[in-house]
């Protein structure tokens, strides 16, 4: 009685069919007949010394095989004689082992498939009925009603993208500490290249007539870190007075353009 024979990495006659072809690295198009009829009956004979049982399937293949190998030797013409058509005697093989091969990679990926699905668990079925099983609740609501609540959400929509619309321009105009503590060092030189008597600026012309709150804070804020920093002075005499601000470094090159601009006009 046959049974399925597996030997090594092959099982059954394609498969040792494929295996031959891959291990010697052949074109499954284009079949050297003759080398692998050879290695197929040595297999074959290999597996008789072992007293393993050869099912009928792999003297089928074997038969075919040396039938192909007799059918080689022979002149290969169509039977209209048209020399430009080869009747290849391998093309039913080829077409059996591509088919084999694609069956074969299907049941690899079943088998991966099913393997994976021992690692999945799956929550058992609960009863819903207590949830479905109740009556569908109706809101009691007139249309005049629902208008107005309609209205009413609309609004708030509207409103809550004004306030998104503003907020991102705001982000987008705000500065850094360190760009402020620039400007605000930029707005002390050019005072004292315009004005050599007066060496100070209120802190409100440190503003721009379109500041907000936002810039106020930050141009405060940048105060204090000069100050900190020992590069202003600022004194306010009383509460919720003038606050003014001096610059204590010299700022020399300040200074002498300020004397080039001037000297001309003394010596005229």
Same mark, same amino acid.
């Given at each position: 009685?046959?049974?399925?024979?597996?030997?090594?990495?092959?099982?059954?006659?394609?498969?040792?069919?494929?295996?031959?072809?891959?291990?010697?690295?052949?074109?499954?198009?284009?079949?050297?007949?003759?080398?692998?009829?050879?290695?197929?009956?040595?297999?074959?004979?290999?597996?008789?010394?072992?007293?393993?049982?050869?099912?009928?399937?792999?003297?089928?293949?074997?038969?075919?095989?040396?039938?192909?190998?007799?059918?080689?030797?022979?002149?290969?013409?169509?039977?209209?004689?048209?020399?430009?058509?080869?009747?290849?005697?391998?093309?039913?093989?080829?077409?059996?082992?591509?088919?084999?091969?694609?069956?074969?990679?299907?049941?690899?990926?079943?088998?991966?498939?099913?393997?994976?699905?021992?690692?999945?668990?799956?929550?058992?079925?609960?009863?819903?009925?207590?949830?479905?099983?109740?009556?569908?609740?109706?809101?009691?609501?007139?249309?005049?009603?629902?208008?107005?609540?309609?209205?009413?959400? @609309?609004?708030?929509?509207?409103?809550?993208?004004?306030?998104?619309?503003?907020?991102?321009?705001?982000?987008?105009?705000?500065?850094?500490?360190?760009?402020?503590?620039?400007?605000?060092?930029?707005?002390?030189?050019?005072?004292?290249?315009?004005?050599?008597?007066?060496?100070?600026?209120?802190?409100?012309?440190?503003?721009?007539?379109?500041?907000?709150?936002?810039?106020?804070? @930050?141009?405060?804020?940048?105060?204090?870190?000069?100050?900190?920093?020992?590069?202003?002075?600022?004194?306010?005499?009383?509460?919720?007075?003038?606050?003014?601000?001096?610059?204590?470094?010299?700022?020399?090159?300040?200074?002498?353009?300020?004397?080039?601009?001037?000297?001309?006009?003394?010596?005229?």
């Amino acid at each position: 009685m046959g049974y399925k024979v597996k030997l090594n990495i092959f099982e059954g006659p394609f498969d040792l069919l494929v295996y031959l072809i891959e291990n010697a690295q052949m074109s499954i198009y284009d079949i050297q007949i003759s080398e692998i009829t050879d290695q197929y009956l040595a297999h074959i004979d290999q597996m008789k010394k072992m007293d393993v049982e050869v099912t009928t399937e792999f003297m089928v293949l074997a038969a075919a095989l040396i039938e192909i190998k007799s059918k080689m030797l022979l002149p290969r013409r169509s039977p209209d004689d048209d020399p430009t058509v080869i009747d290849d005697p391998r093309t039913d093989l080829v077409a059996r082992l591509l088919e084999y091969k694609r069956f074969k990679l299907l049941a690899a990926m079943m088998q991966e498939k099913e393997e994976e699905s021992f690692h999945i668990f799956e929550k058992p079925q609960e009863d819903l009925s207590v949830y479905t099983n109740e009556p569908d609740e109706y809101l009691s609501l007139d249309l005049d009603k629902f208008v107005t609540a309609f209205e009413l959400f @609309l609004r708030r929509k509207q409103k809550m993208e004004e306030m998104e619309r503003h907020y991102a321009r705001i982000e987008r105009q705000r500065e850094t500490t360190e760009a402020k503590i620039v400007h605000i060092r930029d707005m002390l030189k050019d005072n004292v290249l315009k004005n050599s008597h007066k060496d100070f600026l209120y802190f409100k012309e440190l503003l721009s007539p379109a500041s907000d709150k936002y810039d106020v804070a @930050l141009t405060f804020v940048s105060m204090l870190e000069m100050l900190r920093q020992r590069r202003i002075e600022a004194e306010q005499k009383y509460n919720f007075g003038d606050i003014t601000v001096r610059p204590t470094e010299r700022l020399d090159e300040a200074q002498e353009i300020a004397t080039e601009e001037t000297l001309p006009e003394a010596l005229n």
